[in-house]
């Protein structure tokens, strides 16, 4: 096997990386980089400069707006807009629901919805998961029962991600009891400016109203926003969920992340030297480094595999499980390196200011916000629990 890139490959991220520099706004940069909150508007804004550009929706295909790129190339672009500090590009439309719609849809909603994906009219978000209906989203207990030319939708999803930014809203419910629980399953297209849905916030252990709630009392939804056959949104939601995990991963913002934890490991504390010179502290930034490289490797096999045609299976998990552990021990070192630093910890400091009184450097300031939020990294997307089960089955036969 071939690990280095062509010299066609090699020319596309120079192409990559001079056109963000020139054109990723230094603010929203400086954002991503020291860690401040972004809103709708700063994500959007860069959505709509690489729309302009004809680089929005790397892995679709080229007759619905996509790139024509190759695996390989979606995977550069993501590495080197990380390692620049662009935002992350909202992935509920654009890498979840849009691919669901081009594979499934008809033909109306590939011509009324995609445009509007490609160009943020529409915001997206998730309807999956519920109280008690997780990990196990077979489970789900939401229903729509169709009435006339409508389905009416009642129930109740949560840890629903911005949600209160979203014009639509990609939902799983339950039109049949019979058979098996996956089998009753249907594929739904929610407005989210319907009558009878209520958005109610979940605050997060950091302080931040990321996810929500979201309520659905006799909601009308036209039967056109089906998507495939009633009772079949489980294939709907196999397909999504496996490049969902892939896009977990997260090799890209890791290896910033990375390169930003040696840096403040760098910088000298009040009364005593930098944590770097610390051998076992340098061990432990070695090891994750490591497995980042592993990661990253493993990362372009699958790019390499989907080049060929072939979906993601269990690898799918694997990038999930190893890729989420690595964030999360990247914000933990970065909590070591500051020390006493990263104590306090700040809600307001992930805004555009740092607000009140805090002890030590600017940069340690959200770190704490951070270590908490990422606490979710190996819960969304499945349990890495679930994940670990899905290798044991689709791996080891078991």
């Known amino acids: 096997m071939d690990l280095n890139y062509t010299k066609e490959e090699t020319a596309f991220r120079g192409e990559v990386r001079e056109f963000i520099r020139s054109h990723l706004p230094g ?100 309807g999956y998961s519920e109280p008690g209906s997780g990990s196990d989203l077979a489970s789900l207990k939401t229903r729509a029962e169709r009435k006339g030319d409508n389905y009416v939708v009642n129930g109740q999803k949560t840890w629903n991600t911005h949600g209160q930014w979203a014009d639509m809203c990609f939902c799983l419910v339950r039109t049949s009891s019979e058979g098996k629980k996956q089998d009753g399953i249907s594929f739904l297209l929610i407005d989210m400016h319907s009558p009878g849905i209520t958005v109610r916030p979940i605050i997060t252990l950091e302080g931040e109203h990321e996810v929500n709630e979201i309520w659905f009392e006799n909601v009308e939804v036209p039967v056109q926003n089906l998507v495939g056959d009633e009772n079949r949104g489980w294939t709907c939601a196999k397909f999504l969920l496996s490049h969902e995990r892939t896009g977990i991963a997260g090799v890209g913002a890791s290896k910033r992340e990375l390169q930003y934890l040696k840096h403040i490991a760098t910088q000298e504390q009040e009364g005593g030297r930098p944590l770097m010179e610390d051998p076992l502290f340098r061990d432990r930034i070695a090891r994750v480094e490591i497995d980042l490289m592993a990661l990253e490797i493993t990362c372009l096999r699958v790019a390499s595999a989907d080049r060929d045609g072939k979906a993601p299976g269990p690898e799918a998990s694997i990038l999930k499980i190893k890729g989420t552990e690595i964030q999360q021990e990247l914000t933990e070192l970065m909590m070591d390196a500051v020390g006493p630093y990263a104590l306090p910890h700040l809600p307001m400091a992930w805004g555009d200011h740092w607000i009140g009184a805090h002890v030590g450097p600017d940069y340690a300031a959200p770190l704490a916000a951070r270590y908490f939020n990422y606490r979710k990294t190996t819960i969304y997307g499945g349990s890495n629990e679930i994940q670990r089960n899905i290798i044991a089955q689709m791996v080891l036969g078991l």
């Open 27 to 126: 603010d929203l940069s400086r954002k991503v980089l020291e860690h401040k909150r972004l809103g709708k508007e700063d994500y959007v804004r860069w959505q709509k400069i690489l729309f302009e550009k004809g680089w929005i929706a790397a892995g679709w295909p080229v007759e619905h707006g996509g790139t024509g790129w190759s695996s390989i190339q979606r995977f550069i672009f993501e590495d080197e807009s990380a390692a620049a500090g662009a935002p992350r590009l909202s992935p509920f439309g654009l890498q979840m629901v849009g691919p669901v719609i081009i594979a499934f849809g008809t033909e109306q909603q590939k011509t009324h919805y995609l445009p509007r994906i490609l160009s943020s009219e529409d915001w997206w978000c998730q």
